[in-house]
T-cell receptor
Framework: GENVEQHPSTLSVQEGDSAVIKCTYS??????FPWYKQELGKGPQLIID?????GEKKDQRIAVTLNKTAKHFSLHITETQPEDSAVYFC?????????????FGKGTHLIIQP | DVKVTQSSRYLVKRTGEKVFLECVQD?????MFWYRQDPGLGLRLIYF???????EKGDIPEGYSVSREKKERFSLILESASTNQTSMYLC????????????FGSGTQLSVL
């Protein structure tokens, strides 16, 4: 089955700086890669996703890049703000994108230092 | 807004008790899921359901069962709770199809003493 590795487990950045979280996956058949953000006391929420036929996708301050050859994808957050502090999960799907096929990474705790 | 409601935010139970965790969604989603979240282990799928009275095992179904009698409601059952089932439990729902966006509840923190 699919295996998703996520690094780092904790990331601390100064407010206004950029943050990058990286994930690797094992199954070359995976074709859908979402990112979820979990704020304290809440459930995870989808913030951005990318399919395997696209190399990069942006949404305001967040972007995701995908390298199919190397089987890794990354989340980039620019101009970080206090509200970006949360746990971020990457995931990969190997069953046509269906949610039952999602394998999650172990999460990255992003801390924004004022 | 889509709402996925879990019946309890915190729950404390004794070893051996039968435990019911309830989840209700209001968006007429076909799919419903139960995940378990543990520090350093991420989100792990316990069970999911594509339709009423239908259930499929996820990655860690041992010690759990589920019930889906109505489309909007999905229950997770711990037949005989054990201390290693102390965890955060997250319910989620989604539409049937590809690239299914998951909508999560706020979670139930279960402690088994």
């Amino acid at each position: 089955g699919e295996n998703v590795e996520q690094h780092p487990s904790t990331l601390s950045v100064q407010e206004g700086d950029s943050a990058v979280i990286k994930c690797t996956y094992s199954d070359s058949a995976s074709n859908y890669f979402p990112w979820y953000k979990q704020e304290l006391g809440k459930g995870p929420q989808l913030i951005i996703d990318i399919r395997s036929n696209v190399g990069e996708k942006k949404d305001q301050r967040i972007a995701v890049t995908l390298n199919k050859t190397a089987k890794h994808f990354s989340l980039h957050i620019t101009e970080t703000q206090p509200e970006d502090s949360a746990v971020y999960f990457c995931a990969a799907s190997d069953s046509g994108g269906g949610a039952d096929g999602l394998t999650f990474g172990k999460g990255t705790h992003l801390i924004i230092q004022p | 807004d889509v709402k996925v409601t879990q019946s309890s935010r915190y729950l404390v139970k004794r070893t051996g008790e039968k435990v019911f965790l309830e989840c209700v969604q209001d968006m007429d989603h076909e799919n419903m899921f139960w995940y378990r979240q543990d520090p350093g282990l991420g989100l792990r799928l316990i069970y999911f359901s594509y339709d009423v009275k239908m259930k499929e095992k996820g990655d860690i179904p041992e010690g759990y069962s589920v019930s889906r009698e109505k489309k909007e409601r999905f229950s997770l059952i711990l037949e005989s709770a054990s201390t290693n089932q102390t965890s955060m439990y997250l319910c989620a729902s989604s539409f049937l199809g590809t690239d299914e966006k998951l909508f999560f509840g706020s979670g139930t923190q279960l402690s088994v003493l």
